[in-house]
């Protein structure tokens, strides 16, 4: 592991001779791209929240990545992250600027991607529960502080039906908030 939060650095560089790192933290820096990391194969774990961050590039070579912590920056759009980190199981993209399901198409292509956190964001729109739903693995999803959440009828049985696997929605998914919304599904 190699602690580099909170140090005011503006650029990735000279993490050459760490090729077995497993986990890195790069938060609270000024970062404004991601850049220098292809050659950390077996990084695990990435954390760059808080930063300048307004794209998702530069991942390319991790394809060991399980976790990636990519909140509290300015990214609209998430891109670049399925064919990069192809064993992305948790994600966490709080406070950004993702506004629609659009933003958040990528997901789809995060084929292992079982923890989502999407929180504080802008999302908007019925549509952002069928793009929360691509990712066919996702079972624990915090979602809340985003319009969607509170204009979509019934946001949180719309998910569960979307949703099969899930077992977290902003909370724990009981068995009779399942029996609940197939009961309620099955009599409208």
């Not at 794209?55 to 399925?82: F, K, W």
């Not at 958040?104 to 908007?124: D, S, T």
Request: aromatic share 6%.
């Amino acid at each position: 592991n190699l602690y580099l939060h909170f140090k005011g650095f503006q650029r990735i560089e000279n993490l050459e001779p760490y090729t077995g790192l497993k986990g890195l933290w790069l938060e609270a820096n000024g970062l404004c791209r991601v850049e220098g990391l292809g050659h950390l194969g077996e990084l695990r774990c990435l954390f760059l929240g808080r930063n300048l961050l307004r794209t998702v590039h530069g991942l390319d070579g991790l394809r060991n990545l399980v976790t990636l912590d990519l909140s509290e920056n300015r990214i609209a759009v998430l891109s670049h992250l399925g064919a990069a980190t192809p064993r992305l199981e948790t994600l966490n993209v709080n406070k950004n600027e993702l506004a629609d399901a659009a933003s958040i198409g990528e997901l789809a292509r995060l084929g292992e991607l079982k923890n989502l956190q999407i929180e504080q964001n802008a999302l908007a729109g019925d549509d952002v529960i069928a793009a929360l739903a691509a990712a066919p693995k996702l079972c624990g999803v915090n979602v809340s502080g985003n319009p969607c959440v509170s204009a979509t009828p019934q946001f949180r049985k719309r998910c569960l039906l979307a949703m099969p696997l899930l077992a977290y929605l902003d909370r724990p998914v009981f068995t009779s908030d399942w029996e609940c919304t197939l009961r309620c599904d099955a009599n409208p």
